[in-house]
């Protein structure tokens, strides 16, 4: 059974940076894209962008170029999420998601969810 | 303001159908296929459709994808209770060479 376990909450100062991971299970770990996604109290959806667990690379909303990161550690099967200089816009819960088709289309499963509060 | 255009709120009686409409454009819904998520309060999405119109394992057939052009719709028939929640579409952007999603659908079941 697929499983994402994400870490848990976080409070940062603005201007910190904050790293989120997501653990994966009961699949080939490197087969599968993961997305991440954010979504802002009481707001919708926000794609912050696509890591290769198999090669390695990513790809970044154009938002967050500059102040994201996503890497992976294929010997944990975890991706994780870097986001840097926060301010209190980047409150939100971030979620990992699978992408079972590697095709932006079919994020089938996800984590539970990591809420980050950027607060002074 | 969301890439792609839904309607904050639709409502509809237990048993009846509903339709939730997703509009975009040629760089997105048209070029790319769309999938459809549903989230309850709380909790993580759940995938009910993909590639436009297809359901993986476990979704009931209640649920329906479809697109015309620029525009996807997610169908639900002899809605229960249980199908509030809010509903979100979402594609590939070419021109942004980045994901978009809609700003999310509200369901009500009066």
């Known amino acids: 059974q697929v499983h994402l376990v994400q870490s848990g909450a976080e409070v940062k100062k603005p201007g910190a940076s904050v790293k989120v991971s997501c653990k994966a299970s009961?699949?080939?770990?490197?087969?599968?894209?993961i997305h991440w996604v954010r979504q802002a109290p009481g707001q919708g959806l926000e794609w912050m962008g696509i890591?290769?667990?198999?090669?390695?690379?990513?790809t970044y909303a154009q938002k967050f170029q500059g102040r994201i990161s996503m890497t992976g550690d294929t010997s944990t099967s975890t991706v994780y999420m870097e986001l840097s200089s926060l301010t209190s816009d980047d409150t939100a819960v971030y979620f990992c998601?699978?992408?079972?088709?590697?095709?932006?289309?079919?994020?089938?499963?996800w984590g539970q969810g990591t809420l980050v509060t950027v607060s002074s | 303001q969301s890439v792609l255009t839904q309607p904050p709120s639709v409502s509809a009686a237990p048993g009846q159908k509903v339709t939730i409409s997703c509009s975009g454009s040629?760089?997105?819904?048209?070029?790319?296929?769309v999938s459809w998520y549903q989230q309850f309060a709380g909790t993580a999405p759940k995938l009910l459709i993909y590639?436009?119109?297809k359901r993986p394992s476990g979704i009931p057939d209640r649920f329906s994808g479809s697109k015309s052009g620029t525009s996807a719709t997610l169908g639900i028939t002899g809605l229960q209770t249980g199908d509030e929640a809010v509903y979100y579409c979402?594609?590939?952007?070419?021109?942004?060479?980045?994901?978009?999603f809609g700003g999310g659908t509200k369901l009500t079941v009066l």
């Open positions: 998601a699978r992408d079972y088709l590697n095709s932006w289309n079919n994020f089938d499963n």
């Open positions: 009961g699949y080939t770990f490197a087969n599968h894209f």
């Open positions: 890591f290769n667990p198999g090669g390695g690379a990513a």
């Open positions: 040629s760089s997105n819904i048209e070029a790319n296929y």
């Open positions: 590639d436009d119109d």
């Open positions: 979402g594609t590939w952007d070419s021109g942004l060479s980045g994901g978009v």
